[in-house]
């Protein structure tokens, strides 16, 4: 199931939601792909998506969630990735 948060979150002079999968990270990459949420939107474990692309992803079946379940359903399904375990990118070769 795909979960979306309210748009709280700002930056960019605009204010962000968090979108999830409780599955997978392939459910959450084809459901982005149909919002049409660029890949550059996806952090570690979720998608930011700009606030007037919730209405559309609760239309195309996300459901709403607080930002404190949405970090509890990642946990219990294994798919939260805290920032601290995150590899840095490899060094460009030279």
């Known amino acids: 199931m795909i979960h979306v948060d309210s748009p709280?979150?700002?930056?960019h002079g605009r204010l962000w939601a968090h979108l999830v999968s409780d599955v997978s990270l392939a459910e959450l990459h084809v459901f982005a792909e149909?919002?049409?949420?660029?890949?550059?939107?996806?952090?570690?474990d979720h998608y930011?998506?700009?606030?007037?692309?919730?209405?559309?992803?609760?239309w195309l079946g996300a459901r709403?969630?607080?930002s404190r379940d949405i970090a509890r359903?990642?946990?219990a399904a294994?798919?939260?990735?805290?920032?601290?375990?995150?590899?840095?990118?490899p060094?460009?070769?030279?």
């Open 78 to 89: 294994n798919l939260r990735i805290p920032k601290h375990l995150t590899r840095a990118a």
């Open 91 to 94: 060094a460009p070769p030279r």
């Open 48 to 58: 930011d998506i700009p606030a007037e692309r919730v209405p559309v992803a609760l």
């Open 73 to 75: 359903m990642l946990r």
């Open 34 to 44: 149909l919002l049409g949420a660029p890949r550059r939107g996806f952090d570690r």
């Open 8 to 11: 709280v979150w700002p930056a």
């Open 64 to 66: 709403y969630a607080t």
